[in-house]
């Protein structure tokens, strides 16, 4: 069975750092790209990264991009992200995604976790 | 602009067809295939349709997805109870250079 569990999410003050991680198991996970994607509470879905199968393709949403880091440990399975510089607006669920290709490109969100929420206040 | 525009809502009752609309351009769904997610009340997205057209094994021949120019549509007929979710359609963006995804329609079966 294919898994994907999120953690490291919680309450965070603005302008300090969080790092999520994503725990994957039930299909080759060197063979995939991987993608974050965010959903501010009651509103729409927000790719925020992706990454592919060798970690040498990322690609960043413009609202992250240089505050947001992804990256994967193949041998361990996980993929993370690193985020700095906290805003309010970054106040979200984020999961983690399989994509159906092993780069970043016209993939497809093949299989999503259940998501971890970041809450960020003062 | 990079941007895909969906209606905020949608309703039919039980047996109805019912479609949604998802408008882009030239830069997303003009030049690119359209994926359209379900999310259940509660739980994570999941794939509906991919690739414009196709359905993943397990989703009912009932949702049904086209694309034409910059627009793409999903289609639910027979309508049924559990059908109530939001639906997302998604495209890569080539200005962009990411995937974008349309703001979602929530569907509601009267």
């Known amino acids: 069975e294919v898994q994907l569990v999120e953690s490291g999410g919680g309450l965070v003050q603005p302008g300090r750092s969080l790092r999520l991680s994503c725990a994957v198991s039930?299909?080759?996970?060197?063979?995939?790209?991987m993608h974050w994607v965010r959903q501010a509470p009651g509103k729409g879905l927000e790719w925020v990264a992706g990454?592919?199968?060798?970690?040498?393709?990322?690609g960043y949403a413009d609202s992250v991009k240089g505050r947001f880091t992804i990256s994967r440990d193949n041998a361990k399975n996980s993929l993370y992200l690193q985020m700095n510089s906290l805003r309010a607006e970054d106040m979200a669920f984020y999961y983690c995604?399989?994509?159906?290709?092993?780069?970043?490109?016209?993939?497809?969100?093949?299989?999503w976790g259940q998501g971890t929420m970041v809450t960020v206040s003062s | 602009q990079s941007v895909l525009t969906q209606p905020p809502s949608a309703s039919g009752t039980p047996g109805q067809r019912v479609t949604i609309s998802c408008s882009g351009s030239?830069?997303?769904?003009?030049?690119?295939?359209v994926n359209w997610y379900q999310q259940l009340p509660g739980a994570a997205p999941k794939v509906l349709i991919y690739?414009?057209?196709y359905r993943p094994s397990g989703v009912p021949d009932r949702f049904s997805g086209s694309k034409s120019g910059t627009s793409a549509s999903l289609a639910i007929s027979g309508l049924q109870s559990e059908d109530e979710a939001d639906y997302y359609c998604?495209?890569?963006?080539?200005?962009?250079?990411?995937?974008?995804f349309g703001g979602g329609t929530k569907l509601t079966v009267l």
């Open positions: 995604v399989k994509d159906k290709e092993r780069v970043v490109g016209e993939g497809l969100f093949e299989i």
């Open positions: 039930g299909f080759i996970f060197d063979d995939y790209a």
């Open positions: 990454i592919s199968w060798n970690g040498r393709s990322i």
């Open positions: 030239n830069s997303n769904i003009g030049s690119n295939i």
């Open positions: 690739g414009n057209n």
């Open positions: 998604a495209a890569w963006d080539d200005y962009l250079n990411g995937p974008l």
